[in-house]
């Protein structure tokens, strides 16, 4: 593929997670906000996400996709310091921010579901891990801005504090990714264990508990192929080129970041508009 056919596929991505992914969170938080038994601790944790994503979405999309068509009308691959800072400040604020919500969800999720923790416990747990993820996002997204320009502002060559920071990134995204396995197969485990109660208990076949068991395990595939396959390209990528095994090339980091801009026009759907809960409060559900 040319390096123009690179920025074409991203411009078409950011255009699609700017319009879907803007609607689907804007939804949620819709949604939550004027029902007022949706307004739940667990549910806040979603709205926080969706606030990430809408960030992605409306700040850290656009601001690529004018840098990037940009590039494609000049044909100048390389951009000023504000047009750089700017990129680099929201999208990697934006995106880290998701990917520890993301993980943070789904490890209170895993730790719920085992009826061990208090509920006014999980509520104050959900909070701290709220403010943890925006305070550890945007901290390395202000970190990673301030340190100079890299791949996609067009340089080839960095300095070792963007290469370091730029490990850290992949450590969190790795160490995001760990977390949403693990959590995800205890639910799974822990689900199939109370089917297997289930089962004794009401003498049914399991019936009842088996359904609930393959929705588990369908909606557990689901978010841990969507983390993979919008965020850990992009992961891949990056520790290649900060350990230099391949050559630092603007067009084809600006396509990783693209791709992984798409986790937060899918996860409104995976998280909340899949679940009946959500769906039966849809706006023209109502009418």
Not at 59 to 65: A, G, M, N, V
Not at 79 to 96: A, K, P, R, V
Not at 111 to 130: E, S
Request: overall charge positive.
């Amino acid at each position: 593929m040319s390096y123009s056919g690179y920025d074409i596929c991203s411009s078409i991505i950011y255009i699609a997670v700017i319009v879907g992914g803007t609607f689907g969170n804007d939804l949620v938080c819709y949604i939550v906000y004027t029902n007022r038994n949706l307004r739940t601790s667990p549910n806040f944790h979603l709205i926080s996400l969706a606030v990430a994503d809408l960030i992605v979405c409306t700040t850290t999309s656009p601001i690529r996709l004018v840098v990037t068509v940009k590039r494609l009308v000049t044909s100048v691959i390389y951009t000023n310091d504000l047009e750089c800072f700017g990129q680099t400040l929201t999208f990697y604020s934006s995106i880290i921010t998701t990917f520890i919500t993301l993980a943070t969800i789904i490890l209170t999720r895993a730790v719920g579901i085992t009826n061990r923790v208090l509920l006014d416990t999980m509520r104050k747990v959900i909070y701290v891990f709220i403010a943890i993820s925006y305070c550890i996002g945007f901290g390395y997204g202000i970190t990673r801005a301030s340190l100079g320009k890299e791949g996609p502002c067009g340089v080839t060559t960095v300095k070792q504090q963007v290469k370091i920071s730029g490990m850290i990134g992949v450590v969190i995204t790795w160490v995001s990714l760990l977390i949403v396995i693990i959590s995800n197969f205890c639910i799974c485990y822990i689900t199939q264990s109370n089917q297997r109660a289930l089962k004794s208990v009401l003498g049914d076949g399991g019936r009842h508990g088996k359904s609930t068991n393959i929705a588990t395990v369908k909606l557990s595939l689901r978010l841990v192929v969507c983390f993979i396959v919008s965020y850990l390209p992009g992961a891949i990528q990056g520790f290649l080129v900060s350990n230099e095994l391949v050559d630092r090339t603007p067009y084809l980091a600006n396509l990783f970041a693209a791709i992984a801009c798409t986790g937060s026009a899918v996860n409104p759907l995976i998280y909340t508009l899949t679940s009946s809960t959500f769906k039966n409060h849809l706006p023209w559900k109502k009418s």
